[in-house]
């Protein structure tokens, strides 16, 4: 009786983690299969009642008058994000776990006062910084150019704290201490052995950092006046907002918006090793 008794209470536990891992991953996919069917429809489909059935299937029609809008622009806000997000996250993760290196393995004045100011930013919403950065880049006079989405988004202050984690997890300081005594300089140290340990460190923050710059839309839209310079969030976002007057706007926002889920997935698909075995950094001693 007693073992009955005390299964009753495990069956129901299990029991309610699965209705809600069942209705959190309900959550998370109905709006993905709701996308994916609307960009094969075409757009009598998406606002009648057909969006369900094999009726109006027409994902090539959609992709050709998605890159035709106005004179093929999405292709350039497309490579506009990719630079943007490719270029800014691999730069940000090396300078983030440079920074996250000499906080860990460095003694300095202040140390841990200005690492407290890193962790101070982590708090900080990047939107409270979009008007500081914009009355920078306008004395500086790069608005509305790359460098003013580009070079604010180098600097990751989540980065540098992730980047500490993974220099106390992966990199022994007997292992630095025997390079410098083979006569390697503190650079050489760096780039030849402790950032070969640091490469699941770079590859998480590098994904971070994707996903956070690919998906970057107050910044562009507070720096930037040139659609040629948008990326595809803040693209996609100027043709929803004239869909409103003309509804030719919805089926390349949709089709729009499921091409620019595209290269995350594959980021994360392509990198999920390295990912998750940089999660466990600094888990085991």
Known sequence: ?????????????????????????????????????????????????????????????????????????????????????????????????????AFDKYRFRHKEKLFGLVLAAVMVPQTVLALPLYLIASHLGVVNTFWAVFVPVLFNPFGVYLGRIFSEGYVPGEVLEAARMDGAGELATYFRVALRMLGPGLVTVFLFQLTAIWN????????????????????????????????????????GSLLAVLPLLAAFLLLQRFWRSGLTAGAVK
Not at 21 to 41: E, N, R
Request: aromatic share 12%; net charge negative; hydrophobic share 50%.
């Open 216 to 255: 970057n839309f107050f910044l562009p839209m507070v720096m930037l006046s040139d659609q040629e310079l948008y990326p595809v969030s803040l693209g996609l976002y100027s043709w929803n907002s004239a869909a409103t007057v003309s509804p030719e706007y919805y089926p390349v926002v949709i089709t």
């Open 1 to 101: 009786m007693n073992s009955a008794h005390s299964l009753r209470p495990r069956l129901l536990g299990r029991a309610v983690v699965n209705v809600v891992v069942g209705v959190s991953v309900l959550y998370t996919l109905l709006p993905v299969l709701w996308l994916v069917l609307a960009a094969t429809k075409s757009a009598d489909a998406v606002f009648g009642s057909d969006l369900l059935t094999l009726r109006d299937f027409t994902p090539v029609a959609n992709l050709r008058e998605l890159f035709a809008m106005d004179d093929g622009i999405y292709g350039r806000w497309y490579f506009n994000s990719l630079l943007y997000a490719v270029c800014g996250a691999a730069l940000s993760a090396l300078v983030s776990t440079a920074c996250g290196y």
